[in-house]
């Protein structure tokens, strides 16, 4: 066997084992499992992508929501004790009862150019 032919058999064993690693050897139980019509359902509601015009797109604004806020728009809010994770500087406030939003911020510093 030549040295390319050894390098693409050892390649499909390492691929084997590793998509075989992930596979799932017991079948979940039955109260995990979703039922047809839920399925369906999540599968007509789904979207992957749609066509878009970028150039059209005004980024700094964002999509035209409900309740969503303008840029720069000052917001009034109640500071709310609770645990955020990741590594961005951020906190919880609640606009109105129940209405919770995240507020992430950043120090800004400036620095002097030549």
């Given amino acids: 066997m030549t040295l390319a032919a050894h390098r693409q ?4 064993v390492i ?3 590793i ?3 992930g596979c799932e ?3 979940r139980p039955e109260s995990d499992a979703v039922t047809e019509h839920d399925r369906k359902a999540a599968i007509q509601r789904a979207s992957v992508w ?3 015009e970028i150039r059209s ?9 409900e309740g969503a806020f303008a840029p720069n728009q000052w917001v009034t809010c109640v500071y709310k004790e609770v645990e955020m994770h990741g590594r961005s500087p ?3 406030c609640e606009t ?3 209405q919770e939003i995240k507020v992430k911020y950043a120090e800004i510093s400036c620095v002097a150019g030549p």
């Fill in 15 to 17: 691929a084997l084992a």
């Fill in 90 to 92: 951020k906190f919880t």
């Fill in 50 to 52: 749609s066509p878009t």
């Fill in 57 to 65: 797109v005004d980024f700094r604004t964002g999509p035209e929501l």
């Fill in 9 to 12: 058999t050892l390649f499909g």
């Fill in 25 to 27: 050897l017991n079948p």
């Fill in 19 to 21: 998509v075989g690693g």
């Fill in 96 to 98: 109105s009862p129940g």
